[in-house]
């Protein structure tokens, strides 16, 4: 099972971030600013795979992002780099060649995509072509639903 | 700059997040927050009803400042709001702000619940999945509560949605692993297997995970899904990359799918049927033969997707550890990866071949590789490759290589990373001990250890020398010259002076012949460390000198002028200066013949499980040794693996100060118990795990209040009382920290047979207890039958993040029960003759292990239950007691008598009852309090 889900810049910025157990905030924040730490300082050759307290931290960077989730210990450490990927292509497809500025902007839609990938910390559907489609439906709602005016589209409303 | 916003979002927002990120500094950021929070604010509280898109808009822009950082107090109810609305994207938004926002004890919970209601009735399958989503986010108590029943149904219903079937069983797991009563039994079990045929293999994958979950409560139960997982992960293998289409992850089929299927197989020993069986182990063939296959791509993705299946095959290979052909061919699968140039495969196959390295079959195929395992462990650039090269190591020494792996280790200690210094060290010394085929050796390597890494030698590794030394004569010699060579380097290890002064103080004289090492220059050698050391090392030396005293008579005056100097008899540290007092005293006071006696040498100690494998234990998952393969499996069919350690539990060493060897000695005064206790003091703690937490179930035997339990987090109280059999306990549990503890619950049972003999029944407690309060459990207790066990308390928790859990026992034991009963010594008499026959009667005779105190006695045997009867015995120091036990199905009169003998240090103690068995059991609760 994931535990949690981050996504951080170079920084140590963290840009997504998405908890699968019940964690205070106070040691949410603890447990970000230790691991954005751990994980920048690693060299590039390094293995993506960390023990970290009683979990296995799993990790890989993709441009400016660093993509981190935490596992139960005797997971399948190489099926979930790859959860990490299949989640890196969706963002990808979506925004069509994703940058962190997309994710920055339209956090709710990563915070979208990655509950049809994930839910409860467990793999819900690995298709990518069934979750962009019910991203896209989810899209066309938006569009028909939304009312589109000279206010909103100059950020007046 | 912004970027395009997708789907026509929400330009607001964009705008927004575009100034935050233009400002120039942190207060400039602040400032336009503020301003933001104010908006919002008023927007809220404005008499103009703001529409739904507005809301949206608003809620989410908290949203992302609360990401950003900052604290959100406003919002909730407006978010709540959002649920209700027929847009799907309003509602998304809000459901959305409530799993990043709102707690399980929010109190706008019943709005959001009724909201979930709606929304999983609907006949909108995206809205009754935003619903589930919500709920396996949350996945409170309340949420099982309220949506147990409808989940299930959803499920495995015919006319739900496949989308909704997948997001109804991993909402399920959710929630069953909060509460696992969430799922019902009986006729769902077949309908949620068969889900791992549905066509779908997204509902696949995802019930895959669910019945994963079901299968460790309830193996048996849900054995059914053996073979059906056999022919879904057949279909899946031998599919050619064409064939799942969209499930084809880089020419791999379903990789996902096969590695959960093939991880609830290792739920399970090999299949009976030899048709599944052998359909199984084509499966494992043809993975295994694919990874020999050239690769269809050249991307990672394809490689690490294949090789996520094969290492899970793998491990289903060292779990079944039953055929000798896969194992061989697993483990050479691994060699290759051992020296392959991504360092997640090395990393991996050195991991999974530590599990090959416990199984007979493979054992000595994975030795073959020791020589690049060794050479991982000096090239690997990284700390955690290098680790599991260590475990490996520990994992596949036996005797044959024991030599040099523990050459290897120790090397490699020198330079190893200080994260897992102390770790390597218990290893080193486990390995030495474990496959010493001659003890001079293992002494060399544990003094060696001190001598590279002294401050990562703990006190189990040193006291553990110390036993073996004591309790094997052929090395006694070699380790006294050896620590006494040792000792000549000019800067030693105070741990080395430790163990060098315990093993000359008991074996000096074995060297003292020698012109090299007399005793004058062995004391002198000693004490020239003596000003360097920790006061508890001061302690440990001075008990050498005055073993000293006793071996070597010529050197007793040096030794008294060090015990007499200021710096002992005067010190300020009050146990030296006790010991110096005393040990001054005795060697001027009593005669030679009983300072030898007093001063004797140690006498063996038991043979057990050593304590460093017990504290090595305590890390869970690290360690390379055949636990780890036993904890993936329930505890069902625990049985299947072959149990290789065979040693004592290491929850059994924690009893065993009580029973430590307390040498015979003649003539005991208080002076020398107390000269002797401080002696034996460093190996007898050996035995204690270095646990921090209290467990004082012994305690209760003949008391009702106090603690049961206590470590830094949590403090369980408990306040009982008793009256014929009934009992009522109170369990205060105190959260210690300066944090809520989450999820708090608690379970009472009686497993086995005390289920029919003891009736509990606890009140339910709060799911929190916040920080530093104390919250009140009640339990009912009836005694049915006489009973032995206690009943179970588990209490678990969450503590920053962690999940705690507590297994302990509740102190309600049988004398609980007991009526005390006056009688004179007539009918007391009478009463012991009748019963007579050999069952009715236990008798034990034992040591003292506390102060014979006839005061503190009494006391005892009245919080014991029992009805002490003066002047009925003869002699008047021995204690006679009576009492009634109750319990629903029958009452039965028990006598005692207790004999206590003060020369001897001794008691015995006779217990008679009119009913077998009786006498027995409440023998052992009491004797163990003298």
């Known amino acids: ?157 | 700059m912004m970027p395009a916003v997708r789907g026509d979002g929400m330009r607001g927002l964009a705008v927004f997040i575009s100034d935050i990120r233009n400002c120039k500094s942190k207060e400039a950021e602040i400032k336009r927050i503020n301003k933001e929070l104010a908006n919002i604010r008023s927007k809220f509280k404005g008499d103009k009803t703001l529409d739904g898109y507005q809301k949206k808009k608003y809620v989410c822009k908290l949203l992302f400042i609360f990401l950003l950082g900052h604290d959100i107090d406003f919002g909730h109810m407006e978010a709540v709001n959002l649920l209700s609305s027929n847009k799907y994207t309003e509602k998304q938004i809000g459901y959305l702000f409530i799993s990043v926002l709102v707690d399980s004890t929010s109190d706008l919970m019943k709005l959001i619940i009724q909201s979930i209601k709606n929304d999983l009735s609907s006949r909108n399958p995206v809205h009754v999945n935003l619903a589930l989503q919500c709920i396996a986010n949350i996945g409170s108590k309340e949420m099982a509560d309220s949506f147990g029943n409808e989940i299930p149904k959803l499920l495995v219903s015919g006319d739900t949605m496949d989308t909704v079937k997948q997001s109804a069983a991993l909402c399920l797991l959710r929630l069953f692993r909060t509460q696992p009563d969430v799922i019902p039994s009986g006729e769902w079990t077949s309908r949620i297997i068969h889900l791992l045929n549905d066509q779908h293999m997204g509902v696949v994958t995802a019930a895959c995970s669910l019945i994963d979950a079901l299968v460790k409560r309830n193996p048996d139960e849900y054995k059914g899904c053996i073979s059906l997982a056999v022919s879904r992960l057949s279909r899946i293998v031998t599919a050619s990359y064409t064939d799942l289409q969209d499930y084809t992850y880089y020419f791999v089929p379903a990789p996902w799918l096969s590695v959960k299927l093939l991880r609830l197989l290792q739920n399970y020993p090999p299949p009976d049927d030899p048709g599944v069986k052998g359909r199984l182990n084509e499966c494992l063939e043809t993975i295994l033969n694919k990874a020999q296959e050239p690769p269809k791509s050249k991307k990672v993705q394809h490689s690490n997707a294949k090789n996520s299946v094969l290492f899970e095959a793998i491990s289903l290979i060292i779990h079944s550890d039953s055929e000798p052909n896969l194992l061989v061919r697993a483990c050479n699968q691994l060699g290759s990866f051992l020296s392959h140039r991504e360092t997640n495969l090395r990393y991996l196959a050195l991991e999974s071949m530590c599990l090959l390295a416990t199984s007979e079959l493979s054992h000595e195929a994975v030795k073959k590789h020791q020589e690049t395992v060794i050479n991982a462990l000096k090239t690997e650039r990284d700390v955690s490759v290098r680790q599991r090269a260590v475990d490996l190591l520990y994992a596949m020494c036996d005797k044959t290589n024991a030599e040099e792996i523990v050459q290897e280790m120790l090397h490699y200690l020198e330079t190893a990373d200080y994260s897992i210094r102390e770790e390597m060290v218990l290893k080193v010394a486990i390995l030495a001990e474990k496959y010493a085929a001659d003890y001079t050796w293992y002494v060399d390597v544990i003094l060696n250890l001190i001598r590279i890494a002294g401050d990562y030698v703990s006190e189990e590794v040193w006291y553990r020398v110390i036993q073996i030394v004591v309790n094997r004569e052929d090395v006694q010699g070699y380790a006294a010259k050896t620590v006494f060579e040792a000792l000549q380097a000019p800067a030693c290890h105070e741990n080395m002076v430790k163990v060098g002064g315990y093993i000359l103080g008991e074996f000096g004289n074995l060297i003292a012949g020698d012109a090299r090492s007399t005793p004058i220059i062995q004391f002198r050698l000693l004490h020239s460390k003596f000003h360097l050391c920790s006061p508890m090392t001061r302690a440990l030396l001075l008990s050498t000198y005055v073993k000293f005293i006793n071996l070597f008579s010529e050197i007793k005056g040096d030794i008294q002028e060090v015990l007499k100097a200021d710096t002992n008899i005067r010190s300020a540290d009050a146990e030296l200066q006790q010991r110096a007092s005393e040990y001054l005293n005795l060697s001027r006071m009593v005669s030679q013949d009983v300072l030898a006696t007093v001063l004797e040498e140690m006498p063996p100690f038991p043979e057990r499980e050593s304590s460093i494998l017990a504290k090595l234990k305590k890390n869970p998952w690290r360690q390379g040794d055949t636990e780890h393969k036993e904890s993936k499996m329930p505890p069902a069919i625990m049985n299947h693996t072959n149990d290789i350690k065979g040693g004592v539990a290491a929850d059994d060493i924690l009893d065993f100060k009580a029973s430590a060897p307390i040498p015979d000695r003649q003539g005991d005064q208080n002076i020398l118990h107390d000269v002797f206790s401080s002696i034996s003091n460093g190996p007898q703690a050996a035995h204690l795990p270095s646990t921090s937490h209290v467990d004082n179930l012994n305690k209760f035997v003949c008391k009702n209040n106090g603690v049961l339990f206590e470590n830094d987090i949590i403090q369980i109280g408990i306040k009982a009382e008793f009256r014929q059999n009934l009992g009522r306990l109170g369990i205060f549990y105190g959260n210690k920290t300066t944090m809520p503890l989450q999820g708090f619950s608690t379970q009472i049972s009686c497993s086995g047979s005390l289920a029919l003999k003891l009736m509990v029944q606890a009140k339910p407690v709060d799911p929190v207890i916040e920080a530093g309060a104390q919250i009140q459990q009640l339990v009912n207790v009836e005694s049915i039958d006489d009973f032995k066990e206690h009943p179970g308390l588990v209490v678990t928790f969450m503590y920053s993040a962690v999940q705690q859990r507590l297994d302990l026992k509740l102190p309600v034991t049988l004398n609980k029960f007991f009526e005390p009963t006056e009688m004179n010594s007539e009918s007391f008499f009478s009463r012991w003759k009748i019963l007579s026959t050999p069952s009715q009667e236990s008798q034990h005779i034992f040591k003292a292990t506390k102060p014979m105190d006839p005061e503190a006695t009494a006391n005892k045997l009245t919080g014991f239950g029992m009805q002490l009867l003066p002047n009925i015995d003869p002699n008047p120091d021995n204690f006679v007691c009576a009492g009634i036990i109750h319990s629903r199905n029958q009452q039965v009169g028990c006598l005692l008598r207790l004999e206590p003998n003060k020369q001897a240090q001794m008691y015995r103690l006779t217990i008679r009852a009119s009913k077998d068995t009786v006498a027995g059991s409440l023998l052992e609760l009491l004797y163990p309090e003298f």
């Not at chain 1, 060299?43 to 990790?59: A, H, N, R």
């Open chain 1, 1 to 157: 099972m994931m535990h949690f889900m981050l996504l951080f810049s170079r920084q140590g910025k963290i840009r997504l971030q998405k908890w699968y157990v019940a964690v205070l905030d106070k040691v949410k924040k603890k447990i970000m600013r230790e691991l954005t730490t751990i994980i920048l300082t690693r060299q590039s050759k390094m293995c993506s795979f960390i023990e970290w307290k009683d979990l296995k931290i799993v990790y890989k960077r993709y441009a400016s992002l660093h993509f981190c989730c935490a596992i139960d210990p005797d997971e399948n450490e190489l099926m979930y780099l790859e959860v990490i990927h299949r989640y890196v292509e969706l963002l990808d497809r979506y925004f069509e060649s994703v940058c962190e500025l997309d994710i920055i902007f339209n956090f709710e839609k990563a915070y979208f995509i990655l509950d049809e990938l994930i839910m409860g910390g467990e793999i819900q559907e690995t298709s990518k072509i069934g979750i962009i489609r019910s991203i896209e439906a989810q899209d066309e709602l938006q569009q028909a639903e939304t009312p589109q005016g000279f206010f909103e589209d100059y950020g007046l409303g």
